[in-house]
């Protein structure tokens, strides 16, 4: 499960304090596919910098998968006994959770199956096995006769597969999605989300995505929550939103 209590970010700035979190508190369960909307500015972007600590929170707690409890205090994280995370313990826990990027965030001069070895090569997986996952994931995705391709050779839909395949080929249990079809055209976006279905069902990874499409929501989240100037306005399941807002 993924528990976020009581999460606070405030930016300051020259021109005053930008309150970007306020008070955040969900609690998502494992293998579920859940939803968070708003519109630009209402923070999206900032919980999913928290959620991995890209983006340190001024307090609040987290726990991701088997993390364990974080703290978060005056901008620092710690443990369970109250030490502070080291670089090691925060890359090994960024590293059970995957991103998709609303811009693909490919790497031009690689093929596509050298963007998907990527993560696996910072985190010295041998070649053998780096192989092996690529072409299981290729086939998943459906890109095994794009291996070799370059990202300028592809389509939209094309790349942010690449790009789905880059997020999960480390086995992360949790994978956020970040506007990852708002660049997309309408049937694009339906086989993206049909292919994220596909993912949640076969590898049962927690999926979180952050949009402001209301229609990707419906179609594919279960419960949802509405964040507004750094708030939860609203939260629970998508029949319940959509039926009695």
Excluded: W
């Amino acid at each position: 499960m993924i528990q976020i209590g009581n999460m606070n970010k405030v930016f300051h700035l020259k021109s005053g304090d930008v309150t970007a979190l306020d008070n955040v508190t969900l609690n998502i369960e494992d293998g579920m596919i859940y939803g968070v909307i708003g519109y630009s500015g209402a923070g999206k972007l900032t919980l999913v910098r928290c959620l991995n600590l890209l983006e340190t929170p001024d307090d609040g707690t987290l726990s991701v998968g088997d993390s364990g409890v974080i703290t978060l205090k005056g901008g620092r994280a710690y443990d369970a006994q109250g030490r502070k995370l080291t670089e090691r313990k925060l890359g090994a826990m960024r590293r059970g959770i995957g991103m998709i990027f609303q811009h693909f965030n490919l790497l031009s001069s690689r093929t596509v199956a050298g963007n998907i070895a990527f993560p696996l090569e910072l985190a010295n997986v041998p070649k053998a096995e780096q192989k092996k996952r690529i072409d299981d994931i290729l086939e998943m995705v459906g890109l095994t006769e794009y291996k070799d391709k370059y990202p300028a050779q592809l389509s939209g839909g094309q790349k942010q597969r690449v790009g789905i395949a880059r997020a999960i080929v480390s086995n992360p249990s949790v994978l956020l999605s970040d506007e990852a079809t708002s660049a997309l055209d309408p049937e694009t976006v339906k086989s993206i989300l049909q292919l994220l279905k596909d993912i949640n069902k076969k590898l049962g990874i927690t999926i979180i995505m952050i949009t402001h499409q209301m229609e990707v929501i419906k179609e594919i989240a279960e419960r949802v929550a509405v964040i507004e100037h750094g708030r939860i306005i609203e939260e629970g399941s998508v029949v319940d939103l959509f039926t009695n807002p």
